[in-house]
């Protein structure tokens, strides 16, 4: 269900940005392909329960179907991981600004770190689903925490449904949704880029900018 409004929400918002970068017919040949590619992939999507991932994980179906038919429309690897970016901040853009600060810090981060140490226990006696994400959780201070994820939901399902290219690129919209939270982030590593894990830095109150245009170069 989460998954299948985010699918249709990423539609709607970026019909304005499309549309004007590429036509209204490319638009509507994109929306039909995408709707064939998500019917197709989500009964492919194992459920990972009530995991705190899932709102992560859920994203991974929308943006395959959405990678796959940019590529089958002729967009190359770069350009179709940039219009997943722009479909993602088109989303959030919907939230007002005061909303997404003051509540989406509070109660999405909050509620993450709070529920991360049992999810680290889990992940270290193996016990969660195969696709759910494994995580070591440090608790820094009263304002930052950090964790490492070495092994990620959203990668094994892209390399379940042969989706790989998605990756690094859809990993820097951490990046995106820190910005417009208002918290702070910052990364070196991603299992996406090879590395042997995640290694994310969260700041409840903090800043994180964007700007794709700066490259990813120190900071993934």
Known sequence: MISALIF?????????????????????????RAKREYRAIRPQVPDIGDSIFKFNYAFTPAYIAWYRSFRVMGLDRAGTVELIWSINEDMIRLIPSWL?????????????????????????????????????????DGNAFEIDIYACGMKKLCEKLHASDLLPGVCRLDYLVSHYMGCGFYRTKTLGDGDDCCNCRYEMMGDCAWEPERGFEDRK
């Open 100 to 140: 997404l600060k003051r509540y989406g810090t509070k109660i999405y981060l909050g509620g993450f770190r709070k529920r991360a140490p049992g999810h680290a226990v889990k992940s270290a006696q193996n016990d969660l689903h195969k696709y759910d994400y494994k995580i070591r959780f440090r608790e820094i």
């Open 8 to 32: 249709l929400i990423g539609l709607k918002a970026a019909k304005n940005d499309i549309t004007q970068c590429y036509g209204e017919s490319f638009y509507k040949d994109f929306k039909a």
